[in-house]
């Protein structure tokens, strides 16, 4: 059985993610991201809302309960965030693309971007960005966008398609990660990102990535992209 732990490059940018490596198996997990994954010297399997799928080319939309059961060889995962980067559009950016790392990150930065077009999203997002090393309010967001706690809520969930919390969550992991890959010990980055303690930075990274701080993030060389 092909060990867990990930190995290769990542290539982080600012709203999306790039691996070249090998990828070990996951839980089920669902991740507020879209993956796409391109393998060019095996197929893949994984499974993906109960169903089997096994190709070179799998895209697994944003939300969408999976795990990879095999993945032999080196490969390309992206990650893409949904609330700036369309499944469409980023599907046709990379069409006919070769595949290496500089190719591929050259595609993903001229990839078309979704704008938030509602501005109270977009200040209480700005909000949210502000306070996430310390303790986020829901209720201190909804005031800054001049929102009701309610009205806020289902903005959240209707428009980004996650509620406040889970949203908040997504973007702590997203900032604990840049700093464990920057060097810094697991407890430091857990702190940084606004995580109680290191135990609950792992169980969500376990929870929306299927797999432990110490598989995902050991063995990866990280560049961080403009």
């Known amino acids: 059985m092909r060990p867990p732990e990930w190995t290769g490059q990542l290539w982080l940018g600012r709203d999306y993610g790039l ?6 198996c996951t839980a089920p997990h669902a991740h507020y991201a879209h993956q796409l994954i391109l393998a060019p010297t095996a197929p893949v399997t994984i499974e993906l809302d ?11 939309p944003a939300l969408q309960c999976h795990a990879i059961l095999e993945a032999p060889g080196p490969l390309f995962t992206l990650y893409a965030e949904p609330l700036t980067i369309d499944a ?3 599907q046709h950016s990379l069409l006919g693309v070769e595949l290496t790392l500089p ?3 050259e595609a993903l930065r001229h990839c078309p971007r979704r704008i938030v077009q509602d501005r109270r999203i977009e200040k ?3 909000a949210l960005d502000r306070q996430l090393t ?7 967001l909804a005031a800054h966008a001049h929102l009701s706690l309610s009205q806020l809520e289902r903005l959240f969930s209707g428009q980004l398609g996650l ?3 889970r949203l908040v969550l997504w973007r702590r992991l997203r900032l604990a990660i840049g700093l464990v890959l920057a060097g810094e010990a ?3 980055a857990a702190h940084g990102a606004g995580f109680a303690d290191s135990a609950h930075f792992s169980r969500t990274l376990k929870v929306l990535f299927g797999v432990t701080a110490r598989q995902a993030l050991q063995q990866l060389e990280l560049r961080l992209l403009d």
Do not use: D, W
């Open 19 to 24: 691996i070249q490596g090998e990828l070990g």
């Open 50 to 60: 109960g169903q089997l799928c096994t190709a070179r080319h799998l895209f697994i």
């Open 88 to 90: 469409q559009a980023l």
């Open 103 to 105: 190719a591929l990150a």
């Open 124 to 126: 209480a997002l700005a």
């Open 134 to 140: 310390g303790k986020v309010s829901a209720s201190a």
């Open 163 to 165: 509620p406040v919390r």
């Open 186 to 188: 697991v407890t430091e």
